[in-house]
């Protein structure tokens, strides 16, 4: 069963950056697009970004394409860059599998943990 794993997610002031892992285990992520998705408190969660299985797609949220970046550097682990924090990114930030990319929740599997992004001065 695929499991994954979110981490790097710390307090940083504004216009910080911060860098998010999802790491895969129990299965690779060969065949798998992997989405970064968001949920601040009392919000609904949010899409972020996805990366397809190959590493030659991805697609942003309107939020994100022009801070952040997504990609994989091997069949385990996926990264989200983040530059230029502001405090409306304060929140759980979550990783999950699909078959093909989307920002959307639904499709969605192996949901990790998430991990605390804090953007505050």
């Known amino acids: 069963q695929l499991q994954l794993v979110e981490s790097g997610g710390d307090l940083v002031k504004p216009g910080g950056s911060l860098r998010l892992s999802c790491a895969a285990s129990?299965?690779?992520?060969?065949?798998?697009?992997i989405g970064w998705f968001r949920q601040a408190p009392g919000k609904e969660r949010e899409g972020v970004a996805c990366?397809?299985?190959?590493?030659?797609?991805t697609v942003y949220s309107n939020f994100a394409k022009d801070r952040f970046t997504i990609s994989r550097d091997n069949a385990k682990t996926v990264y989200l860059q983040m530059t230029a924090l502001e405090p409306s990114d304060t929140g759980i930030y979550y990783c999950?599998?699909?078959?093909?990319?989307?920002?959307?929740?639904?499709?969605?599997?192996?949901w990790g943990q998430g991990t605390q992004v804090t953007v505050s001065s």
């Open positions: 999950a599998a699909r078959r093909h990319c989307s920002l959307q929740n639904d499709g969605f599997h192996s």
């Open positions: 129990g299965f690779t992520l060969d065949n798998s697009a």
């Open positions: 990366i397809t299985s190959s590493g030659f797609g």
